[in-house]
């Protein structure tokens, strides 16, 4: 089946800090990859997405790269912002298997 | 702003009562699909609906129920609450019917107690 790996949280950095949340997946079929987030009171936003290996999503200064290689989508930022603060949720889709697959999310605290 | 609405926002209601939670998809959307969001199972998937029909199902207890109706909205009806059904409820669309290599978008959540 399916399944997704996520790095445990909570992470805490500094304003401007790198950051990477890593995630690995097990997937039966040729997974499409997400990396979702969730604001403070708010419902699921779709942050970046690739459907194929070697694609990168990108999106706020986000990035992620398919690497079927190691079965990984990695979500780095260079420089974060306070207004990262949010939890980080990992996801995959596989074609015929309609639900997606979400890793455990990882809470994301940045400090001035 | 996803397109997705969702409500009630917020519901609060005794053990073993009934609830009703409705979405509407975004427009043109036909796939509609509910998720529970709570703190030791994080997010599962409930079921899903395409075009009225039910396509798949997932941890979706019993009490639980589902429908899509003509218009697209759809409803989750649970039944005989336990405190265990305490969580954040997701809707989310897509335009297609095998969608979940596609974007599926998401509502704003509805917060059920049950106290």
Redesign the interface.
Known sequence: GNSVTQMEGPVTLSEEAFLTINCTYTATGY??L?W?VQYPG?????LL?A?KADDKGSNKGFEATYRKETTSFHLEKGSVQVSDSAVY?CAL?????????????TRLTIIP | DSGVTQTPKHLITATGQRVTLRCSPRSGDLSVYWYQQSLDQGLQFLIQYYNGEERAKGNILERFSAQQFPDLHSELNLSSLELGDSALYFCASSVRQFSSTDTQYFGPGTRLTVL
Request: hydrophobic residues 30%.
């Open positions: 997974p499409s997400f979702y708010e419902g699921l936003q779709l997405k459907t949720f889709g596989t074609f015929g298997n309609e639900k997606l697959t979400f890793g455990t999310g």
